[in-house]
């Protein structure tokens, strides 16, 4: 049965926090790239870290928003944005380190995310839905105010590592397992498939390819 | 007076799982032709095929949305951009179904975002838009995930049709239409005129090109 | 303490609209510039007009959205805008004025955006952003649907100058300003930050140049 989520809830914290930092990161190094000046690199940090989740919890119908209510988000995004754009000369040197913290982002997220849609009493698959898309709707939404075209639906592993942690979360739990242990493994899985997806340069097939 | 839809909900409900699936396809193909994977396939006929009617149950605190307690629709869409994505070679055989069965959809979406904005008391008005609103957003959305300038705003008589219908409702109910008869003559006139519209090639001039 | 704005909001309701109908025309022009139809280009202007509010309101869980109730947006937006599109040629001689009305709207854009935040109780800093987010949103979206990278991030005191307004309304509200007199300032240091800077060609650096 899926309930009670018990965890060390600080970690999770964390681990959110590392991954608003990635986001963060990953936002104002695109601003920048695209020209945009101050406010607007500060903006397009915010969409990319916190979007994802607006989004989810206005689906969700949660409110306040949980950005509203816990200031450390808008601060340490605007504080980091700022810090990089003041020295983004070092860019070269933190492409990959922002790769790591990116992953366990997307892993913390993803967890957050499936909770949250657990704890409103929705169905196991619109839960796995909400983890994905608490993971990615920010990087999309940067995407999109950059006018690019969105690199995570292209050729990564992001939702596909997503999806993995969830569904192993619904499976050890129908199995018996309980939620502290679970949920630090489907952490782990999802960390660790990107990581090894981005190590061995896995990627989805694009189907027509195939004919 | 505006109340009341009695309706033989069924048939709706086929004609709305037709439009999700023209959508999924719809989706699918474009994302196949940018290059996206499995995975971002899928997502973008999502976003096609319900992120209108996600939209419009948000403006109009409807919740939980429609797709969180019937996951009919996340089923049907992924499975049909599974099967499109193998059997995409077949591609240029759908193309003329395609405009078809969106036609079906959009004639069943305008209608259904009319009938749940009435049932939420807003104006005429704003029904009417919220017709127009759950039949456009989904490709407004695919389009821009996609990184395409939206064709629906450039030359094709889309939202003219969802209006078209939704104004015969109100005007054939304020002649005391019934509703039953009313609601099928309002998914006819859409339906026939995007089916016109298409066959004769018609669209909405630039005024711009007037003078 | 933030409390109890008492405002004359007839003048705020007009200079709303004032900034609803610069944002159409703003909307209009880009669209017309694309080649969108006179539905799309409707369409666009409303989600210039009022799209900032929109997102703003849905974010804050305010239902009915301000729109729905008042049926003169939808009214002032649509005639705005095919008035527009039939004097189109006219274009060349409005574009100063639009930047006048612009700024205008923005300035009602803001201080609207941080009443109605700070109404629902939310910290300072969240009525800042909403602030922002009501001024600039609209403008964002209408430039994604467009395909345009946004102007506003690029080289534009815009942002700035709704939060220079936010700040020192909470500033000299916290030294005991009455409320009527500080919502005054409010508009006025807005609008006028933002003619200064369209007058002396400022903007925020891209501190990425300065290295």
Redesign the interface.
């Known amino acids: 049965m899926i309930s009670n989520f018990i965890f060390p809830d600080i970690l999770l914290y964390l681990l959110d926090m590392v991954g608003v930092i990635a986001c963060a990161i990953a936002g104002t190094l695109l601003?920048?790239h695209?020209?945009?000046?101050?406010?607007?690199?500060i903006?397009?940090s915010m969409v990319n870290a916190i979007g994802g989740g607006?989004l989810r919890d206005?689906?969700?119908?949660r409110?306040?928003?949980f950005?509203?209510t816990d200031?450390n988000y808008?601060i340490v995004i605007t504080v980091t944005s700022l810090i990089l754009?003041?020295f983004?000369?070092l860019y070269h040197k933190i492409d990959k380190a922002l790769k790591f913290f990116d992953a366990i982002g997307l892993a913390a997220f993803s967890v957050i995310g499936f909770k949250v849609a657990l704890a409103?009493d929705?169905?196991p698959?619109?839960a796995v839905?909400m983890g994905v898309w608490t993971a990615?709707i920010g990087g999309?939404l940067r995407d999109?105010?950059?006018?690019?075209?969105?690199l995570?639906?292209?050729?990564e592993i992001?939702?596909?590592a997503s999806?993995a942690g969830s569904v192993t979360y619904l499976v050890l739990d129908y199995w018996g397992v309980d939620a502290i242990t679970n949920e630090f493994m489907m952490l782990f899985i999802i960390f660790a498939v990107r990581m090894l997806a981005l190590k061995f340069d896995w990627?989805?097939?694009?189907?027509?390819l195939v004919?």
């Not at 999109?144 to 969105?150: H, S, V």
């Not at 995570?152 to 050729?155: F, K, Y």
């Open positions: 601003a920048q695209k020209g945009f000046d101050i406010a607007g690199c903006l397009v607006t206005m689906a969700l119908d409110h306040p928003l950005w509203m200031l808008v754009q003041i983004f000369h409103q929705v169905s698959v619109i839905m990615i999309l999109i105010i950059c006018n690019e075209i969105p995570l639906l292209q050729r992001y939702i596909t999806i990627h989805l097939p694009s189907i027509r004919d």
